[in-house]
């Protein structure tokens, strides 16, 4: 079990990650008010406990041509282990699906989905998603605007 943060420390070390994960040491010590050694070891205690998951860098979808995003909704035809499995191994290869979640409800997962166009979405459920034998249907909405777009 992740062990919880200890203080408002942790928490402002958080803050100021997820704000700028390139910030240097000393940098992040000054904003937090600990000097560099105490404050790196907590950084370090957050990253081994799990809490810090990893670094990443975002980029642009426009790219590599991704300019379109939907959102499809996923029912499998029967909720069983072989066809969860089937479905859930798919989509871990599958480059145009940036997240995909298993959901209550009356559809089993909900995708996100980027492709080139209009044209690249259809041969993506035409090629992908419709040919596992474990999806009864599909359902998908395009995104027109994105009003708000936030990694913890």
């Given at each position: 079990m992740q062990q919880k943060m200890a203080d408002d420390?942790?928490?402002?070390?958080?803050?100021?990650?997820r704000?700028?994960?390139?910030?240097?040491n000393n940098e992040l010590a000054?904003?937090?008010g600990l000097?560099?050694?105490?404050?790196?070891?907590r950084v370090r205690r957050l990253e081994e406990?799990?809490?810090?998951?990893?670094?990443?860098?975002?980029v642009d979808p426009a790219v590599f041509g991704w300019t379109m995003v939907a959102i499809a909704t996923i029912r499998l035809s029967r909720q069983n282990e072989d066809e969860i499995v089937m479905f859930e191994d798919a989509i871990r290869g599958w480059?145009?699906?940036?997240?995909?979640?298993?959901?209550?409800?009356?559809?089993?997962y909900v995708l996100k989905v980027v492709t080139g166009g209009l044209d690249q979405y259809e041969r993506f459920i035409k090629e992908k998603i419709a040919r596992l034998k474990c999806v009864a249907s599909i359902e998908t909405s395009f995104v027109m605007n994105t009003i708000k777009e936030r990694r913890l």
């Open positions: 420390f942790d928490r402002k070390i958080l803050h100021e990650l704000a700028d994960a390139r910030i240097t000054e904003r937090i000097s560099p050694s105490p404050c790196l070891r406990t799990g809490i810090i998951r990893g670094y990443t860098t975002l480059d145009e699906v940036l997240e995909c979640h298993l959901v209550t409800g009356s559809r089993d």
